[in-house]
């Protein structure tokens, strides 16, 4: 087998990034302001680079070693072919549909309008504690609300929800 030495420092903060340091170096993966907290520069290079892979709705995620920025990662999830119809049905229904996601602003506008949520009900890069308070906030102008939910991040706002749906990974949180 291969030997990894241990890492240090390792910390987390959910719905920003990681950090540790690795044989003496600090590495640090997350998203913007989790690279300016760890007192990294993003140069219009990279910044470019990410708003490219934004627009086109994927997450771009930083690496850096020793505060130099040395790659971007993109991950996106995979629209199910039924949330189309089924967006479109709630509406139907007269029923607003939001998105509020961790996702940056970009990202957030991209999915939506794949799906045809308006703009005004879209809420972007927002932490776990804001998802609970966006679903308080509807609940005290009188709303009844359904929460969908896929990971961790989601939990604390899934509870507050009049109803909560975990699916997918939020369903080991939920369990």
């Known amino acids: ?9 390792f910390e987390v903060t959910p719905g920003r990034g990681v950090s540790c340091v690795y044989e003496g170096s600090k590495i640090v993966i997350g998203n913007r302001a989790w690279m300016v907290h760890n007192n990294n520069i993003i140069s219009q290079e990279v910044e470019n680079a990410m708003t490219k892979l934004e627009r086109q709705g994927k997450t771009a995620i930083m690496v850096s070693l020793a505060s130099e920025i040395i790659g971007i990662l993109a991950v996106s999830d995979q629209l199910k072919k039924e ?6 049905a709630l509406h139907k229904l007269g029923l607003n549909v939001w998105l509020v996601t961790g996702d940056n602003k970009r990202t957030a506008s991209f999915i939506a309008s794949q799906v045809s949520i308006p703009e005004r009900f879209v809420v972007a890069e927002v932490m776990p ?17 359904a929460m969908i939910g896929d990971g ?4 604390i706002a899934l509870a507050k929800a009049d109803v ?8 080991q949180v939920a369990i």
């Not at 087998?1 to 420092?9: C, F, H, T």
């Not at 961790?152 to 939990?155: E, G, L, Y």
């Open 1 to 9: 087998g291969i030997s990894v030495p241990d890492v240090e420092e």
């Open 83 to 88: 949330s189309i119809s089924t967006v479109r």
């Open 129 to 145: 504690e804001g998802k609970k308070e966006k679903v308080r906030e509807l609940q005290l102008m009188g709303e009844v609300v």
């Open 152 to 155: 961790i991040n989601d939990s």
């Open 164 to 171: 909560g749906i975990a699916v997918g990974a939020g369903t």
